[in-house]
């Protein structure tokens, strides 16, 4: 998290084909481990700065939002449930990315898309522990990122699909559920692909 406004994944100067506010997809061909059944919010996507973006399906299973709140010094009593935390990719992977629902506004948040916005300033922090910050919101930690041409490149080779975002599959899909969820949004049954789905 980042005390100052913070502009990572605002996307500026992005072209027609940019994947930005899109969710991307891994095709069960997936190689890298990391990435094996992930749905990835794109938060920016330009030709000449590569692209950038949190896994919204990974949890870290022993990582909660009050252990991070107790290093930041930040008080969690007002916390009604507790908030998991996600592996949002595998680059930095102590700094962190709050995706959220438009209710929460502040200097420091990107609009991302329809209902949904990003913020990566401890501020966001501090609401949510005040029981003042967004209704919905994905904690994570770390991003997925990639150069110029390299998304393009994996794409290419059948490693990724991808779909315009939506909030239903963002937020309200349970955990287990976004990959396939976000395949029916893109009208693919999840059943009918295989490990060798798109290989020549």
């Excluded at 692209?51 to 949890?59: C, E, R, T, Y």
Aim: hydrophobic share 45%.
């Amino acid at each position: 998290m980042e005390n100052d406004n913070d502009t990572t994944g605002q996307g500026t100067g992005a072209d027609a084909h940019s994947l930005q506010a899109h969710l991307l997809i891994a095709m069960p061909s997936m190689q890298d481990e990391r990435f094996q059944r992930s749905v990835i919010f794109m938060c920016s996507h330009t030709a000449d700065g590569g692209a950038m973006g949190l896994m919204i399906n990974k949890q870290l299973p022993n990582l909660q939002f009050a252990d991070l709140a107790k290093q930041l010094e930040i008080e969690t009593a007002a916390l009604a449930e507790p908030v998991a935390m996600h592996f949002g990719g595998p680059v930095e992977t102590g700094r962190g990315f709050v995706l959220h629902s438009t209710d929460y506004n502040r200097e420091a948040t990107v609009p991302m898309a329809d209902g949904i916005s990003m913020t990566a300033t401890v501020d966001v922090l501090r609401a949510m522990a005040s029981g003042n910050g967004p209704e919905d919101a994905i904690l994570a930690l770390g991003y997925a990122g990639w150069e110029p041409g390299q998304l393009e490149q994996e794409i290419q080779r059948n490693d990724w699909l991808h779909v315009a975002a939506d909030t239903e599959v963002v937020f309200q899909a349970p955990l287990d559920d976004k990959w396939a969820a976000a395949m029916r949004r893109l009208g693919v049954d999840p059943a009918m692909l295989s490990v060798e789905a798109g290989r020549a």
